[in-house]
């Protein structure tokens, strides 16, 4: 599935929305799941939203459920993380991530390629 690459960070007002994108170069396998990960500053990488690229089964982590949707563009090769309704402690880096399987998991180990990461920061 090549490169991932974020795009779409950038600082908002709490209550607002954001909308993320992840770009995948290369051959989009029958068997793909992205998922979205989020790092705080001094805290551990945490699962945030995944989708089976095919199937369209998604998983959301507690914390952002109905406020967050994962969506894809197949044509496109993209995914998307829309944000509504982000709070303070929603600031965070995020980054898409790809793995070979048909199951949608927050397993960050199983997950063997990752973007750069894009900022963002929710202001009080």
């Known amino acids: 599935q090549g490169q991932l690459v974020e795009s779409g960070g950038g600082r908002v007002q709490a209550g607002g929305p954001l909308r993320l994108s992840c770009a995948a170069s290369?051959?989009?396998?029958?068997?793909?799941?992205i998922g979205w990960f989020r790092q705080a500053p001094g805290k551990e990488r945490e699962f945030v939203a995944g989708?089976?690229?095919?199937?369209?089964?998604?998983m959301y982590a507690d914390s952002v459920k109905v406020r967050f949707t994962i969506s894809r563009d197949k044509a496109k090769k993209r995914a998307f993380l829309q944000m509504n309704n982000l709070r303070p402690e929603d600031t965070a880096v995020y980054y898409c991530?790809?793995?070979?399987?048909?199951?949608?998991?927050?397993?960050?180990?199983?997950?063997?390629?990752w973007g750069q990461g894009t900022q963002v920061t929710v202001s009080s």
């Open positions: 991530a790809a793995k070979l399987s048909v199951f949608v998991t927050a397993k960050q180990y199983e997950y063997g390629h």
């Open positions: 290369g051959r989009a396998d029958s068997r793909l799941v």
């Open positions: 989708i089976n690229w095919n199937s369209l089964v998604t």
